[in-house]
């Protein structure tokens, strides 16, 4: 019996599904054919994934870490590659909704990665997206601040419109921070409190979606911020892109937050 399989060319970024019959499909599609093993096809799609990368950071590193701008040929890559592994994030979690299956700490791992990846590249490109707070947050200064940590809600009678670290200085200012800034340059903090604070931000902008009001692109660009923030707190050092999980419910947040955020994306244009 032929089985479905992994299209992958070197001319072309990332990879596409193919049936049984040899016909490109998404992986949930795949993981619906008749006799399908689910065990198989969603390891095989993350190991796939975790290969293109792998190849991005090796060809365009450089780039992605803002050592240097994009030529025109890298522009039309990376953007490209934003764009699959979009794809490829909802693909694996939309199949994960088709099937038994649940996601292990590899899998936020991968998926994790292929959203910090993504963002860098739309970085690269010019596409940041505005962050939350923007322009109402103070200038912060040379030195060491004193003050306490607060995760301050964008609307608060909107949860949806997603939240941002900040430090309330003893003279009343606000100043912009991050949850990796918290937990490893800060003293006094409450690690797990925080991370729980913000896992369970992220999570109302995911249960969110499509209810806040607001257009795909600023929702999107909440649900990103928070993310990127959970995903850069927990990567193995700064030098590096590659996540660590010790949680499985991370594991499910950062997938169903990923897929999300591509979809509103993908809406957006």
């Given at each position: ?7 992958q060319?070197?001319d ?14 998404t992986?949930?599609e795949v993981v ?10 969603l390891?095989?799609?993350l190991?796939?994934?975790?290969d293109?990368?792998?190849g ?9 870490g ?14 490209a590659?934003q ?5 490829l ?7 994960l ?6 996601p292990d700490?590899r899998?936020?791992?991968?998926v994790?990665?292929?959203a ?19 322009g109402q947050?103070d ?16 609307d608060?009678?909107r ?6 670290w900040?430090?309330?200085t003893?003279?009343g ?7 990796d ?11 797990e ?8 931000a ?11 009001g ?12 928070l993310?990127?923030?959970?995903v ?5 050092s700064?030098?590096?892109a590659a996540?660590?999980?010790?949680r ?9 937050a ?5 979809r ?6």
């Amino acid at each position: 019996m032929t089985r479905a399989s992994i299209r992958q060319t070197d001319d072309v970024v990332g990879f596409q599904w193919l049936t049984s019959h040899g016909e490109p499909a998404t992986l949930a599609e795949v993981v619906a054919e008749p006799d399908s093993e689910p065990g198989r096809l969603l390891p095989t799609h993350l190991e796939a994934l975790d290969d293109v990368l792998v190849g991005a950071v090796g060809r365009w590193g450089r780039v992605l870490g803002g050592g240097r701008p994009p030529d025109p040929t890298e522009r039309v890559e990376l953007d490209a590659l934003q764009r699959v592994l979009d794809r490829l994030c909802m693909e694996y979690a939309d199949a994960l909704r088709a099937s038994p299956a649940r996601p292990d700490l590899r899998a936020g791992q991968i998926v994790g990665t292929a959203a910090l990846v993504g963002r860098r590249a739309r970085l690269a490109l010019g596409r940041a997206t505005p962050e939350p707070l923007a322009g109402q947050l103070d200038a912060p200064p040379v030195g060491v601040v004193s003050g306490y940590a607060d995760l301050v809600l964008v609307d608060p009678d909107r949860p949806g419109l997603g939240a941002r670290w900040v430090v309330r200085t003893e003279d009343g200012r606000r100043l912009p921070a991050t949850l990796d800034m918290l937990l490893h340059d800060s003293s006094g903090v409450r690690r797990e409190a925080a991370l729980d604070e913000h896992r369970a931000a992220l999570r109302a902008v995911v249960a969110a979606e499509g209810t806040t009001g607001a257009d795909p692109s600023t929702w999107a660009a909440s649900l990103e911020w928070l993310l990127d923030e959970l995903v850069l707190a927990m990567r193995e050092s700064r030098s590096s892109a590659a996540v660590t999980l010790r949680r499985f419910d991370d594991a499910g947040l950062i997938v169903s937050a990923a897929a999300a955020a591509a979809r509103a994306r993908a809406a957006s244009g």
